[in-house]
């Protein structure tokens, strides 16, 4: 059973930085893309960062490049996501999800979220 | 970028009636579109890929068509736990997806 498990999520100020982390399990971790999609409270689903398999290739939004840091240990079966100069349109749940195939494929599992609060 | 336009925002329909939603693309994408549905307080699940394949154990009355720029989901004889909010997303951009802004369908 393919199990995301996020972790790291919590209230940070503005400027602020924050990690989360992703534990994969229930599939061949290397052989797929990793992404982060966020979702700010009451509105809609928004993509942030994919890694590729063997984590050579990294991937962002405008909103966030220069900001997040998308990493993998393929060692650990663990995503992570480094957030710094965070703003409060940042708040939002984070989802770690995998694609279905591990290329040009959409999304089929999705963690059940960590929340982050950006605020002072 | 590619830009996902849902229409409309808010569907209302009767119970066991049938719902029609619609996603437009930017710029053609072919069969690469999926939909998903989300219950308040879960996670988004796959529902369609490839435009008109259903993901594994979702019912039949849910389908989808389309390709190039213009797509459909359809939910016939709607029940009571379809009345959330779907998304459709491209993935022929893949891994930069892009996601609609959302159908509210709600009960009439």
Do not use: H
Not at chain 1, 31 to 44: L, N
Not at chain 1, 76 to 96: F, H, I, P, W
Not at chain 2, 68 to 80: C, K, Y
């Amino acid at each position: 059973e393919v199990q995301l498990l996020e972790t790291g999520g919590g209230l940070v100020q503005p400027g602020g930085s924050l990690r989360l982390s992703c534990a994969a399990s229930g599939f061949s971790f290397t052989k797929y893309s990793m992404s982060w999609v966020r979702q700010a409270p009451g509105k809609g689903l928004e993509w942030v960062s994919a890694i590729s398999g063997n984590g050579d290739d990294t991937y962002y939004a405008d909103s966030v490049k220069g900001r997040f840091t998308i990493s993998r240990d393929n060692s650990k079966n663990t995503v992570y996501l480094q957030m710094s100069g965070l703003r409060a349109e940042d708040t939002a749940t984070y989802y770690c999800t995998k694609d279905r195939t591990g290329y040009y494929a959409p999304i089929d599992y999705w963690g059940q979220g960590a929340l982050v609060t950006v605020s002072s | 970028e590619i830009v996902m336009t849902q229409s409309p925002a808010t569907l209302s329909v009767s119970p066991g009636e049938r719902a029609t939603l619609s996603c437009r693309a930017s710029q053609s994408i072919s069969v690469n579109l999926a939909w998903y549905q989300q219950k308040p307080g879960q996670a988004p699940r796959l529902l369609i890929y490839g435009a008109s394949t259903r993901a594994t154990d979702i019912p039949a009355r849910f389908s989808g068509s389309g390709s190039g720029t213009e797509f459909t989901l359809t939910i016939s004889s709607l029940q009571s736990e379809d009345f959330v909010v779907y998304y459709c997303q491209q993935y022929d951009n893949w891994p930069l997806y892009t996601f609609g802004q959302g159908t509210k369908l709600e009960s009439k």
